[in-house]
């Protein structure tokens, strides 16, 4: 990768950040709700004596939805981290468009266009200042003062 490309693609990355957290958080979700399910159904393989304790379904159900948020953090089954890895294209895509890019040379060009301009406005201050330089060594010099 080249660094107009690295650069491109922070870019891009940068302003997809915003959506790309509230997938992550969504994916998380997702991950949290399916590993819920499936220890409710792996409970219901219990022996029915394990299930005859007073309240059990709420206590079951709280004890599922902890243990469900722990390991979708962790992404212990790679739910979270598929979904992330299937869609983060596209919203990367999405996001190029946003900005008028429909390649990445688009952003190079642009990247390029932005850098002439700096380099164009930084020779202007150097002339102004090289200018201003030297009509105070004329001044001083008509006044009988030299600089070195």
Same mark, same amino acid.
């Given at each position: 990768m080249n660094i107009g490309t690295a650069v491109a693609k922070a870019i891009i990355e940068t302003k997809a950040e915003p959506e790309l957290k509230k997938l992550a958080k969504a994916a998380e979700g997702v991950e949290t709700m399916f590993i819920k399910d499936l220890l409710n159904v792996m409970r219901k393989s219990l022996p029915k004596e394990a299930q005859s304790m007073p309240g059990k379904d709420i206590y079951y159900d709280m004890l599922d939805q902890a243990l469900a948020e722990?390991?979708?953090? %962790?992404?212990s089954f790679g739910v979270s981290k598929m979904m992330l890895d299937t869609m983060k294209p596209a919203i990367l895509r999405l996001e190029a468009q946003k900005l008028g890019l429909n390649n990445v040379n688009d952003l190079l060009k642009g990247v390029e266009q932005i850098g002439v301009k700096? %380099?164009?406005?930084?020779?202007?201050?150097?002339?102004?200042?090289?200018?201003?330089?030297?009509?105070?060594?004329?001044?001083?010099v008509g006044g009988h003062k030299t600089e070195n």
């Open positions: 722990g390991m979708a953090k %962790n992404s700096a %380099n164009a406005a930084v020779r202007e201050l150097m002339d102004k200042a090289d200018k201003q330089a030297e009509l105070k060594i004329k001044i001083s």
